[in-house]
């Protein structure tokens, strides 16, 4: 009996450890057991000649076993007693194998000498001097390789049973091994992409971080010091290096010397080999569906990592992610971006990004504006947070006094949400701001024909893949337009808003609140709407109605939001929607939102006339891209009935008149410079064909080209705009402020179009320039017959003696005979039309070889015209009302002064009215 329970227990042992025990071994414990294992060698005993207890009677043996096992040659120890303990673990568990108490006494046994052996090796290292691996070290550097090879492939419980080990027999040696272990982990992850699978190192890191003595001693030391920068952050803490790596190019990738062989760079390299041999757009998404699969898997184990510190020591935690926010605010300064290089004192753009990536799974919880936890949110932790104290960022309303200081704490949801937003912007803003330097650099290099640029742009497209790579990831944009959503809902919250406008006056809160979050939207709604807009397809319908009502509270309210560029970029990103109909059918939308039913289009307008008045140096050029996202957005508002009714009711307002002040300043500017410059082209490509031209000659022509397409594009969609106007606003056009102005600016571009030198504009293929002479004249001719119903309208046409006509008129209507530019019906109004300014134009002749000379003093001093309605200035000085109403549009000064003037200020002059009436009535009438 005692010969089968020894025959028995031999076989759990082969099992569990692995071996085949020698045949001579079985024969002088007396068994007659014959394994047919497969046989290790080195596991040979010699024992004593003599009846021998059970193994389970004498425990030495079993000692002896495996002692001799593992000193076999180049036996991995940590692994192979991890891998025996799980079988052994789970022999134990199996209640038909182990029936008896003697072998489940000796598979017990076997668990505490596995954990101590091998507890040994790595503090007694000279017991075992041919273990595997081999390595040079001594000492605790030994020791700590040895643990950082086994980490990855010995079971947790198995370590913590080799803690536990440790903390009872020899803690001094357990804490001096893992502080090695965790110096040897942050040098293994120091300067590795997320192409070299950094995964393994950080795995090993959490693992460790999971079991409390060593997190205890991780923590131990300081995570931050709060006189670094951001690069001393990434560089210097234990626990940064886990957060570097990424997908993006080294500096050093955007510092190449043309005509030189670029910077060695893995990174950079290792992305483009991924999308070497593409042969189709599925393969292109597959490539990029296993980078952002990769990334994601790596970010989640940061948050394991993150969240377990943080059950350790909040404080702590919370400070270096707090560190990780603020020491690099610097990166939203213009001295970080590609163009304008500077020594790098922040944190690498992988850093900022897997750093966010943690943050935004930190704040999902409470994505849902409407859940309790988003509730908790408190807008007072940028003023009154101490780690805030560094930042410095301008609020959304500059207006307000800012609110006293003082220390508080703040509960982690308000922590993540304000930390997540500020790295929102200082990190992935980052990103795109680089890519936008680098599709600049891309079009400079693009426009130049020589192999060296050639050479660079091809260069400088592999950087820009990797950045693709970033902005790609539809999850991670998932996640910001979540965050995205919760801020409208938030700021629109603290700046009072309760379902109606206007807002009342604004809220300190704005004063504190950086004015970023604002604009953030706006860029990640046109980044993602430019690269990848299939992406705005996750938004529900909810989210849509918060963006419309977002975007109708931030445009209405100027003096809440006080940089207009907030309001621009908001522009742009709604009518980019609008261009790319992600939405179906926007209108509907727009209509069940009452607030931006009512408010948007009154926005706009308004917003229309703001942007000529940014306030930066380059507003002047600024103001025609974001007018020109405006006009789309008119364009598509007003193919509905209800939005023009609501356009017409403007019309009383002082802003509105303003706008058709600016509609026309921008008509007439951009065609005028636009036409100029196609003249410059048409003459270009004439001595292109004749004379030939130099490359640098080639490289300015392209430039110039680039900019009258620009303009001509302005100018058509201000012109269309103006003919939807004047179609059911005619009247508007025939007041005194605009009546002059517009008649003189169609006679104007007819003249250009028809006249003695409309051959000067005629180009070889005019669509390559935004050039649409056919539709430009269709448009100035509807112009003319809207507001011609008005009689006072055919006074202004033929008093603008520069550009008026008849005859270019004339001409204007024989072309539309000849070729299919307007409705047979408008033909013949036209021929009307021409037929009625000619009538009035030798009525008006005959008024004035009445009136003949006119005295000085009835003048008036800026347009030189007979004043019919003349107001006296603060300044003293009289003008003719129309005159100065129309100067007052575009800017509020007197003109004589320069002192602030507004239009109530003006005074009749009713003497002097009476005086003009009466000199006139004379005139006539002798």
Sequence with gaps: MQKDTLAYELILLEKVLKVSLSDNLMRKTGSSFTSDSVFLPGVSRSIPQSNLPSLSENLTILDEILMERLSVPQTPILIYCSDSYYLTKEELGKEWSVTTQSQRKILNYLLEILVSYSSLSLSEPEMFPDQFPPLQSEGIQLSSQRMLQGLEKISEEFLLKMVAYWEEQNLEFMQALFQAVLVQLWREVQNKSLLDDPVRYTQVFKQLIFMKPVSALFLHSELIDWNWNGLQLETQSPLSPYFSPGYFPSLQSFNKIPGLPPPNDPVRDGINRQFEKLRSRGEYERILQKLHGDEKQY????????????????????????????????KAKLGSRLERPTMRTSSSEGFCINVLDVLLQLCKPFFDPNDPKAQKIDPLYMLHDKKMSKINETPICTSLEKLPREDKSFGTITEFYFLCAQMFHYGWNQIRQNYMDLNRILNQLKGKKNPAAEEEFK??????????????????????????????????????????????????????????????????????????????????????????????????????????????????????????????????????????????????????????????????????????????????????????NQTKAQEGEPFFARFINMLINDTTWCYDEGLKKLIHCKKFNDKRNTEGVTPQEEEENSKEEGYCKYVMQQANESIGLLEQVADWNSSLFVSDEFGDRTAAMLNYFLALLCGPKCLELKVENPKHYNFLPEEMLGNIIKIYLHIGKHEKFYQCIIKDERSYSGDIMNKALRICNKRPILAYELIQTFEQFIQRVKSTSQVQQSVEDKLGEIPDEFLDPISCELMRN??????????????????????????????????????EDTDLKERINAWISERLNS
Excluded at 305 to 330: C, H, P, R, S, Y
Excluded at 460 to 474: E, G, H, M
């Design 299 to 330: 970010a989640m184990v940061l948050v394991d990592i993150i969240k377990q510190l943080m059950k350790n020591d909040m404080k702590k935690t919370l400070n270096w992610l707090a560190g990780a926010v603020v020491f690099n605010a610097e």
């Design 459 to 644: 260069y400088f497209i592999k950087i820009k893949l990797c950045y693709d790579v970033i902005l790609l990831d539809s999850g991670r944009n998932s996640m910001l337009l979540q965050l995205c959503n919760l801020t409208m809902n938030l700021v629109v919250k603290w700046a009072g808003f309760q379902g109606t406008l206007p807002l009342p006056p604004p809220n300190p809160l704005l004063g504190i609140l950086p004015e970023h979050i604002v604009e953030n939207i706006s860029e990640l709604l046109i980044i993602i709407l430019e690269l990848q807009p299939e992406g705005l397809r996750s938004l529900g319908s909810q989210e849509i109605l918060n963006l419309l009502t977002f975007a109708t509270v931030v445009l209405s309210s100027p003096s809440h939001f006080s940089n207009p560029y907030l309001r621009a970029k908001l522009v742009q990103a709604l009518s980019m929607i609008l261009e790319e109909g992600i939405f179906g059918d926007l209108h509907t939308l727009i209509n069940l939102n009452e607030v931006a039913k009512k408010y948007l289009l009154p926005s706009l307008i308004i917003f229309y006339v703001d942007i000529e008045f940014s306030g930066s140096h380059s507003q002047f050029y600024d103001k025609f891209m974001y007018r020109h996202y405006t006009a789309k957005i008119f364009a598509f508002l007003w193919k509905f009935e209800y939005y023009q």
């Design 870 to 907: 003349p107001v006296i200035l603060p300044s003293g000085n009289r003008v003719d009302r129309p005159t100065i109403v129309r100067h007052l549009l575009s800017d509020q000064i007197d003109p004589f002064s320069r002192a602030p003037l507004t239009v109530e200020e003006l005074v």
